[in-house]
């Protein structure tokens, strides 16, 4: 197969481009570098694109493997015939190679292999072949008629022959194509109750039928679950006359005794073998697909959760709430250092109530607090509606957000938590984990498994592999889009940096331990098992604002140093500049000379030029400051609070397939459906909003015996709120 032009069409690429990265890969060179050094080499693909086909590769060179094995394994039965080489060169998915050997396949024990052993594989050919108009099979089985043999009838033998053709209707490639594609254009899915008195969150699944075509993945997902759950029984519907005729028009080929026989083992392989077995293709097919694009939702919407502004240089004080146990508390500078840490307990008695009131406003008072991080488990509702309290109570200027503890309890028990904090007490690691949530939810999130972060759905039914490998390439991407300051970055950081691995990112660690900080992007090359491979895939990502060379805190790589040096000679400027916020004259006078041009001059390609212009003008420039930062609040609403048509600014905090959760300070989130989010069409709610964004909303609805709130984006009439 000629991968790049096969890629080429599928992602609408030039070819060269697509031969190129395919070339990029082979070599060894990790997606973030690719994408990020290497533009010139595939027309400027980002990195999810990069990653789709790199994925895409992967499985059309399994597919390759798939071909060949089944190539020699019939060939080895002296089986292969020029038709089946057609056949199997023209396979374009796993499940027609395998349709494609499956006559060749050995089996288990069935009918039509223990009708071969009593040696009716002749009569069984002779009947399909249909050409004795004038035999009836009855009377040709008479004559295999065999009590030793199991069969004291003529009737036995037929059955046991048409047996054997049943599987060879089975068995046969084109038939199960067919009928697989008319199963997945026409069939329905159904499912009943398994128990129609038994209560749970299934009911809507009771009596439920949709196309297979098109059922969209959440409720796939749904279905599945309540089906493995043991409430629901699950079928795939289809009307049997299309399939059948297609089993006939290739089956049937004379109008003789001969050819009602094979009519009769045709409808038997159908409703027997094939449905049955295509009905669980179709299932599996389904849930593949909703598994797989529930995972994209879950990729991007941790995407944007990582990416989220972070709300630098402020001193944060992190609560991690509870009941019996109080609220850990843990105040850190605006560097993440921990200050002071201590327990409350803001929902006990009044007289601990006012106690932790004044130990909060002291710490708020001793440390200059300005940001407090709260988090969204137990008793998080309690202790926001303490903390509101407390800021009016208070004449300091602080503001609160609620974040998500996801994770946090796993982190706090991890190794990495313990070598990071290994003087705090467990419980404690929380609250700080929270704080600097707030600060950076990058830096810190990528110390979590990213599955156990929580922003997507189902994902404890996703194929765990897959699903890991896709979350685990988009806290890459983030990371190395991000970059990395290679003398503060934990060991949990540097493991996602291109290039370097868990062995190397504890060696970069305990060589900043032993020899103080790196004075220089070069001196990475010191480090035990960081290879000259290892440093041109990561040097690029990691900044060390120390360095004597201004160019080492920005994201131009050291391959492009001498080019960089020469741009800023040619524009009339010095390096030191760098040093000084950067050249921000940079760009006009590039633009004066000419891009192009100035490409030329200095031997690279222009979007070279254009990053390392970007990276010198603004040097350590940070792609999430250029979004909305996050909405701080000073009060809390109740539930009880909301009324029909009130308008209210909300956090998204999850996007997903049917609409998007909404935080609207009520420690309840509301849901917005995807027919609510805009005027238009949208065929995904992700098309309009993103995890992060701060929105305005209209309260349609309360619930509070439910606790569930529905929210429009659609601003409300006049008519409408009242």
Same mark, same amino acid.
């Given at each position: 197969?000629?991968?790049?032009?096969?890629?080429?069409? #599928?992602?609408?690429?030039?070819?060269?481009?697509?031969?190129?990265?395919?070339?990029?890969?082979?070599?060894?060179?990790?997606?973030?570098?690719?994408?990020?050094?290497?533009?010139?080499?595939?027309?400027?693909?980002?990195?999810?694109?990069?990653?789709?086909?790199?994925?895409?590769?992967?499985? =059309?060179?399994?597919?390759?493997?798939?071909?060949?094995?089944?190539?020699?394994?019939?060939?080895?039965? !002296?089986?292969?015939?020029?038709?089946?080489?057609?056949?199997?060169?023209?396979?374009?998915?796993?499940?027609?190679?395998?349709?494609?050997?499956?006559?060749?396949?050995?089996?288990?024990?069935?009918?039509?292999?223990?009708?071969?052993?009593?040696?009716?594989?002749?009569?069984?050919?002779?009947?399909?072949?249909?050409?004795? @108009? @004038?035999?009836?099979?009855?009377?040709?089985?008479?004559?295999?008629?065999?009590?030793?043999?199991?069969?004291?009838?003529?009737?036995?033998?037929?059955?046991?022959?048409?047996?054997?053709?049943?599987?060879?209707?089975?068995?046969?490639?084109?038939?199960?194509?067919?009928?697989?594609?008319?199963?997945?254009?026409?069939?329905?899915?159904?499912?009943?109750?398994?128990?129609?008195?038994?209560?749970?969150?299934?009911?809507?699944?009771?009596?439920?039928?949709?196309?297979?075509?098109?059922?969209?993945?959440?409720?796939?997902?749904?279905?599945?679950?309540?089906?493995?759950?043991?409430?629901?029984?699950?079928?795939?519907?289809?009307?049997?006359?299309?399939?059948?005729?297609?089993?006939?028009?290739?089956?049937?080929?004379?109008?003789?005794?001969?050819?009602?026989?094979?009519?009769?083992?045709?409808?038997?392989?159908?409703?027997?073998?094939?449905?049955?077995?295509?009905?669980?293709?179709?299932?599996?097919?389904?849930?593949?697909?909703?598994?797989?694009?529930?995972?994209?939702?879950?990729?991007?919407?941790? #995407?944007?959760?990582?990416?989220?502004?972070?709300?630098? !240089?402020?001193?944060?004080?992190?609560?991690?709430?509870?009941?019996?146990?109080?609220?850990?508390?843990?105040?850190?500078?605006?560097?993440?250092?921990?200050?002071?840490?201590?327990?409350?307990?803001?929902?006990?008695?009044?007289?601990?109530?006012?106690?932790?009131?004044?130990?909060?406003?002291?710490?708020?008072?001793?440390?200059?607090?300005?940001?407090?991080?709260?988090?969204?488990?137990?008793?998080?509702?309690?202790?926001?509606?303490?903390?509101?309290?407390?800021?009016?109570?208070?004449? $300091?200027?602080?503001?609160?957000?609620?974040?998500?503890?996801?994770?946090?309890?796993?982190?706090?028990?991890?190794?990495?938590?313990?070598?990071?904090?290994?003087? =705090?007490?467990?419980?404690?690691?929380?609250?700080?984990?929270?704080?600097?949530?707030?600060?950076?939810?990058?830096?810190?999130?990528?110390?979590?498994?990213?599955?156990?972060?929580?922003?997507?759905?189902?994902?404890?039914?996703?194929?765990?592999?897959?699903?890991?490998?896709?979350?685990?390439?988009?806290?890459?991407?983030?990371?190395?889009?991000?970059?990395?300051?290679?003398?503060?970055?934990?060991?949990?950081?540097?493991?996602?940096?291109?290039?370097?691995?868990?062995?190397?990112?504890?060696?970069?660690?305990?060589?900043?331990?032993?020899?103080?900080?790196?004075?220089?992007?070069?001196?990475?090359?010191?480090?035990?098992?960081?290879?000259?491979?290892?440093?041109?895939?990561?040097? !690029?990502?990691?900044?060390?604002? $120390?360095?004597?060379?201004?160019?080492?805190?920005?994201?131009?790589?050291?391959?492009?140093?001498?080019?960089?040096?020469?741009?800023?000679?040619?524009?009339?400027?010095?390096?030191?500049?760098?040093?000084?916020?950067?050249?921000?004259?940079?760009?006009?006078?590039?633009?004066?000379?000419?891009?192009?041009?100035?490409?030329?001059?200095?031997?690279?390609?222009?979007?070279?030029?254009?990053?390392?212009?970007?990276?010198?003008?603004?040097?350590?420039?940070?792609?999430?400051?250029? =979004?909305?930062?996050?909405?701080?609040?000073?009060?809390?609403?109740?539930?009880?609070?909301?009324?029909? !048509?009130?308008?209210?600014?909300?956090?998204?905090?999850?996007?997903?397939?049917?609409?998007?959760?909404?935080?609207?300070?009520?420690?309840?989130?509301?849901?917005?459906?995807?027919?609510?989010?805009?005027?238009?069409?949208?065929?995904?709610?992700?098309?309009?909003?993103?995890?992060?964004?701060?929105?305005?909303?209209?309260?349609?609805?309360?619930?509070?015996?439910?606790?569930?709130?529905?929210?429009?984006?659609?601003?409300?009439?006049?008519?409408?709120?009242?």
């Amino acid at each position: 197969m000629d991968y790049s032009k096969v890629l080429a069409e #599928k992602f609408n690429a030039k070819e060269e481009y697509v031969k190129n990265v395919i070339a990029l890969l082979d070599e060894g060179n990790t997606i973030p570098f690719i994408a990020r050094y290497r533009k010139e080499a595939h027309g400027s693909m980002d990195d999810q694109t990069i990653r789709e086909l790199s994925e895409r590769l992967i499985y =059309l060179r399994n597919l390759d493997n798939r071909r060949e094995e089944v190539r020699v394994l019939i060939e080895g039965l !002296g089986a292969l015939t020029d038709e089946l080489n057609v056949a199997l060169n023209n396979a374009q998915t796993m499940a027609e190679i395998d349709d494609i050997y499956r006559p060749y396949r050995p089996k288990r024990k069935t009918r039509a292999s223990v009708a071969k052993e009593k040696g009716l594989e002749p009569l069984a050919l002779y009947i399909l072949a249909q050409q004795d @108009k @004038k035999a009836y099979p009855i009377d040709l089985a008479a004559e295999y008629v065999d009590a030793e043999k199991g069969m004291e009838t003529a009737e036995d033998a037929l059955q046991g022959a048409l047996d054997i053709i049943a599987e060879t209707v089975s068995d046969n490639a084109e038939i199960r194509k067919r009928i697989r594609n008319i199963i997945s254009f026409n069939g329905i899915l159904v499912s009943v109750a398994a128990n129609k008195d038994a209560d749970s969150v299934y009911t809507l699944y009771y009596d439920f039928k949709e196309p297979v075509s098109k059922i969209p993945g959440h409720r796939v997902l749904a279905i599945d679950r309540g089906e493995r759950e043991g409430f629901l029984k699950v079928s795939v519907d289809q009307e049997a006359s299309k399939p059948m005729n297609v089993i006939y028009s290739l089956m049937i080929t004379d109008n003789s005794p001969c050819s009602d026989a094979v009519k009769q083992a045709c409808d038997d392989a159908y409703s027997r073998l094939i449905f049955p077995s295509v009905e669980r293709e179709i299932r599996n097919m389904l849930t593949d697909n909703a598994a797989e694009q529930a995972i994209k939702v879950f990729s991007v919407n941790l #995407k944007q959760l990582l990416m989220q502004p972070p709300v630098k !240089g402020r001193v944060a004080l992190g609560l991690d709430p509870g009941y019996r146990t109080g609220c850990k508390t843990a105040v850190v500078d605006g560097t993440g250092r921990i200050l002071e840490t201590t327990v409350i307990y803001p929902t006990h008695s009044e007289a601990k109530i006012q106690e932790s009131k004044e130990k909060i406003k002291q710490l708020i008072k001793k440390h200059k607090v300005e940001i407090i991080a709260i988090g969204n488990g137990t008793a998080s509702k309690e202790t926001e509606m303490f903390t509101a309290e407390v800021i009016s109570e208070i004449k $300091e200027n602080v503001s609160y957000m609620v974040v998500s503890e996801a994770g946090a309890s796993v982190y706090s028990a991890s190794k990495l938590a313990a070598d990071e904090l290994p003087n =705090l007490d467990l419980t404690l690691r929380s609250a700080v984990s929270i704080a600097r949530r707030l600060q950076d939810p990058l830096a810190e999130l990528v110390k979590i498994e990213p599955k156990a972060i929580g922003v997507g759905q189902y994902q404890h039914d996703m194929p765990q592999k897959k699903l890991a490998e896709s979350l685990d390439g988009v806290v890459e991407d983030c990371v190395n889009s991000v970059g990395a300051d290679l003398n503060t970055a934990s060991p949990a950081l540097l493991l996602r940096v291109s290039g370097i691995s868990s062995a190397v990112s504890k060696n970069i660690v305990a060589y900043r331990e032993e020899n103080g900080a790196f004075k220089s992007r070069a001196e990475l090359k010191k480090v035990p098992k960081l290879g000259a491979k290892a440093f041109e895939q990561c040097a !690029g990502f990691l900044r060390v604002s $120390e360095s004597k060379n201004p160019l080492d805190s920005t994201g131009v790589h050291p391959e492009s140093y001498d080019a960089a040096k020469k741009l800023i000679e040619l524009c009339g400027f010095s390096v030191k500049g760098i040093k000084n916020g950067g050249i921000t004259e940079l760009e006009a006078k590039v633009n004066e000379i000419g891009v192009k041009k100035a490409a030329d001059e200095l031997g690279i390609g222009e979007p070279t030029l254009i990053d390392m212009v970007k990276e010198i003008s603004k040097p350590g420039r940070d792609p999430r400051d250029e =979004l909305p930062p996050p909405l701080l609040r000073t009060d809390i609403l109740d539930i009880k609070d909301l009324k029909p !048509g009130m308008e209210l600014i909300g956090t998204v905090r999850n996007v997903i397939d049917f609409g998007a959760f909404v935080d609207i300070g009520v420690h309840q989130d509301g849901l917005v459906h995807i027919s609510q989010i805009c005027n238009k069409y949208i065929k995904h709610p992700g098309e309009v909003l993103k995890v992060g964004d701060v929105v305005k909303v209209w309260v349609i609805s309360v619930d509070t015996a439910k606790n569930k709130i529905s929210l429009t984006m659609k601003e409300m009439k006049k008519e409408e709120k009242e």
